[in-house]
C-alpha cells in the first residue's frame, strides 16, 4: 500500500492546489484585468478554482472584466483541468525519461480510470490527440459561423471559436458574452456544434476508447452501461424543458416551433456536460431546475470532464435497488455480477455528494437571503462541475463564495480521489463479529 503524501489520490489533490495557486496569482496580476488594476484575491481565487475544476461559475463577467490575457490564462486553467493534472504530469515524466515508474503510472489510473496499467502510455496519447482533435474540430465550425455568419473578423472568431469549443468539451460551460449564449439560442449550427463537442467531453475517455477502437458487441461493462444511461438522462431532461417550458413568457414561450424544440435539446443536455445556457437560467419554472439539479448532481461518464457522482454510480445504484426490489441475493448486470466491493463504493460516493450539498445549501440559506431553489441550484452546479447559475454567484457573500469553491473542488476531486483512495487501501478481513439485523423501514 502507498502511503503518506506519495498516495496517489493525494498527489492528484496537491497537483491541482498547485495549479489554483498558480493561477489565482496569474489573474491577480494587472495585466489580466480589462482595467489595468489587479482583481482582488477572492475574484482570482474563485475564477482560478471554477476554471481548474472544469466548473465554470463566474463571480466577474469573463468576456468584461478580463482582458486577452486573463481569459488566456482561463482557457489554459480549464484546458489544464480537462487532461488532468497528472496526465500532463505523466506526459512531461515520458519526454523526459521515456519511462514510467509504477508509482506515476498508479497516478495515472487515478486520474484516468485506466485499468491497464501496461496500456498508460498509449492513454496519456489517446487523452491528448481525442481532446484536442475534438476541440480543433468544434473551434474550426465555430470560427467559420462566427466569421461568415455573424461579420466577426477572422481574427475574433478564430478566438472566439477556440475559446467557446474548449470551454465545451471540457464541461467549462463560461462564455466570452454577458448573456453567456443566448444571443445564439436560435442557431442549429452554434448549438448543435457546443452540444456535440460537450457530449464527447462528458461521455469520459474510457467510453471514446472503446467506441473508436472496438466494435459494439465487445464493449466493456462499463461502456454499455454509459452511454445509454447517458443518452437516456439527456433525452429526459430534453423531454422536461420542453414540457414545463413550452409556452412560459420567459424561456420558450416567444419562440417558434424548431426553435423551441433546439432550446429543449440545448438545455437538456447541457445540465449533464458544460452548462452553457440560451435561456435565462432564473425564468425556468421549478420543476425544471429540481431536474436540473438532479441531472448535476449524476453529472457524465467517469473519468470525462464533468462532475457529480458520475452516471455509472448513478446507474449501479438504480441495478442494486432493482436486485434487492426482487429479493436477488447478487446483483447481476447484462451478464456480469457486480462485486459488493463495488456497491459499497457507489453508495459512498452517492451519500457523501448528498450530504455535501446539503451541508452547503444550508450554510449559503443560513448566511444569505436567497431562495432554497436558486441555492440548491448553486450548490449542485458547483458539485456537478456545470456552471449553470440563476444569477446568485456574484451576489454570494465571502462565506458563500468560499463554500462554493471548496464545493467546486470536492466535486471535481472528490469520486476521483475516494474511490481510487479506497481501492488501494483495501484489505481483508482476518475474522467476522456474529452477524445481527436491524430493523429497516
Known amino acids: 500500500m502507498i502511503s503518506g503524501w506519495r498516495q496517489p489520490a493525494r498527489l492528484v489533490v496537491l497537483a491541482f492546489l498547485?495549479?489554483?495557486?498558480?493561477?489565482?496569482?496569474?489573474?491577480?496580476?494587472?495585466?489580466?484585468?480589462?482595467?489595468?488594476?489587479?482583481?482582488?484575491f477572492m475574484v482570482a481565487l474563485f475564477t482560478s478554482v471554477s476554471g481548474i475544476t472544469g466548473t465554470g461559475l463566474a463571480v466577474v463577467d469573463t468576456g468584461s472584466h478580463w482582458s486577452?490575457?486573463?481569459?488566456?490564462?482561463?482557457?489554459?486553467l480549464f484546458q489544464i483541468g480537462g487532461f488532468g493534472i497528472m496526465t500532463l504530469a505523466s506526459l512531461l515524466a515520458l519526454l523526459v525519461s521515456h519511462r514510467l515508474g509504477l508509482h506515476m503510472q498508479l497516478t495515472v489510473k487515478t486520474e484516468t480510470n485506466t485499468l491497464n496499467l501496461g496500456h498508460v502510455r498509449r492513454v496519456i496519447a489517446g487523452v491528448v490527440i481525442i481532446s484536442l482533435a475534438v476541440e480543433a474540430v468544434g473551434a474550426v465550425l465555430l470560427a467559420l459561423r462566427f466569421w461568415l455568419g455573424y461579420g466577426e473578423s477572422f481574427g475574433r472568431a478564430l478566438y472566439s471559436g477556440v475559446f467557446h469549443s474548449v470551454s465545451a468539451f471540457n464541461s467549462v460551460g463560461l462564455a466570452l458574452y454577458p448573456d453567456n449564449l443566448m444571443r445564439y439560442a436560435t442557431d442549429p449550427w452554434v448549438c448543435l456544434t457546443i452540444v456535440a463537442v460537450a457530449v464527447t467531453g462528458g461521455l469520459g475517455f474510457p467510453v471514446l476508447f472503446e467506441i473508436l477502437r472496438r466494435r459494439k458487441q465487445r464493449w466493456s461493462l462499463h461502456t454499455r452501461i454509459t452511454v445509454p444511461v447517458y443518452l437516456s438522462l439527456m433525452a429526459f431532461g430534453t423531454l422536461v424543458v420542453l414540457v414545463v417550458e413550452w409556452g412560459r413568457a420567459g424561456t420558450l414561450g416567444p419562440f417558434g416551433f424548431g426553435d423551441k424544440l433546439l432550446i429543449g435539446?440545448?438545455?437538456?443536455?447541457?445540465?449533464?456536460?458544460?452548462?452553457f445556457n440560451t435561456v435565462?437560467?432564473?425564468?425556468?419554472?421549478?420543476?425544471?431546475?429540481?431536474?436540473?439539479?438532479?441531472?448535476?448532481?449524476?453529472g457524465g461518464g467517469s473519468a470525462g470532464t464533468t462532475g457529480g457522482i458520475k452516471v455509472t454510480t448513478f446507474a449501479l445504484l438504480a441495478f442494486v435497488l432493482y436486485a434487492e426490489v426482487?429479493?436477488?441475493?447478487?446483483?447481476?448486470?447484462?451478464?456480469r455480477?457486480?462485486?459488493?466491493?463495488?456497491?459499497?463504493?457507489?453508495?459512498?460516493?452517492?451519500?457523501?455528494?448528498?450530504?455535501?450539498?446539503?451541508?452547503a445549501t444550508m450554510v449559503i440559506l443560513a448566511t444569505s437571503s436567497f431562495r432554497l431553489d436558486d441555492v440548491l441550484f448553486e450548490t449542485t452546479s458547483a458539485f456537478g462541475g456545470v456552471g449553470m447559475s440563476t444569477?446568485?454567484?456574484?451576489?454570494?457573500?465571502?462565506?458563500?463564495?468560499?463554500?462554493?469553491?471548496?464545493?467546486?473542488?470536492v466535486g471535481r476531486l472528490g469520486p476521483i480521489t475516494l474511490v481510487s483512495a479506497l481501492a488501494l487501501r483495501e484489505r481483508k478481513r482476518r475474522y467476522e463479529l456474529p452477524e445481527e439485523r436491524p430493523i429497516v423501514g
Open 391 to 409: 444569477g446568485i454567484t456574484p451576489k454570494l457573500s465571502t462565506t458563500g463564495q468560499l463554500v462554493i469553491i471548496v464545493l467546486m473542488f
Open 265 to 275: 435539446l440545448f438545455h437538456g443536455v447541457m445540465p449533464g456536460t458544460a452548462g
Open 18 to 40: 498547485a495549479a489554483v495557486v498558480l493561477g489565482t496569482a496569474l489573474l491577480m496580476l494587472p495585466v489580466a484585468a480589462e482595467s489595468g488594476r489587479s482583481t482582488g
Open 280 to 298: 435565462d437560467i432564473a425564468q425556468l419554472q421549478p420543476a425544471t431546475l429540481l431536474v436540473n439539479d438532479v441531472l448535476m448532481f449524476i
Open 326 to 335: 426482487r429479493a436477488e441475493p447478487s446483483v447481476h448486470v447484462m451478464g
Open 337 to 359: 455480477r457486480i462485486g459488493a466491493d463495488v456497491q459499497r463504493q457507489a453508495v459512498t460516493v452517492a451519500l457523501l455528494g448528498v450530504g455535501l450539498v446539503m451541508a
Open 68 to 76: 486577452v490575457f486573463g481569459e488566456v490564462i482561463v482557457l489554459l
